[in-house]
């Protein structure tokens, strides 16, 4: 079992920056691939950056690619997202994930935290 917490979100103006954290419980968080989800307003909840157990591979949306960065800290179980340049439409609540499987799909992560809001204002 794994629990997983985020932390970080808030109320920023287009162009600012925030970092997501996500605290996970458990000796195992490095045998985990690591994600975050975003779910915006009236939409499915859809994938933001995936990283591998090691943090050796990363993969980002096309949406979020060259402002959002995920990484993680095994000596620490936390995964984070760091998002510059945020823009509007990147409101959402976030949401980190793990799983066995290094994966842009849903369906391939197990455990989940409570989500964390992002607001972006124009």
């Known amino acids: 079992q794994v629990q997983l917490v985020e932390s970080g979100g808030g109320s920023v103006q287009a162009g600012g920056s925030l970092r997501l954290s996500c605290a996970a419980s458990g000796r195992t968080f490095s045998s985990y691939a690591m994600a975050w989800f975003r779910q915006a307003p009236g939409k499915e909840r859809a994938f933001v950056a995936t990283i591998s157990r090691s943090g050796g591979l990363t993969t980002h949306a096309d949406s979020v690619k060259g402002r959002f960065t995920i990484s993680r800290d095994n000596a620490k179980n936390t995964v984070y997202l760091q998002m510059n340049s945020l823009k509007p439409e990147d409101t959402a609540v976030y949401y980190c994930?793990?799983?066995?499987?290094?994966?842009?799909?849903?369906?391939?992560?197990?455990?989940w935290g409570q989500g964390t809001q992002v607001t972006v204002s124009s």
């Open positions: 994930a793990a799983g066995a499987v290094w994966s842009m799909k849903q369906n391939d992560y197990n455990y």
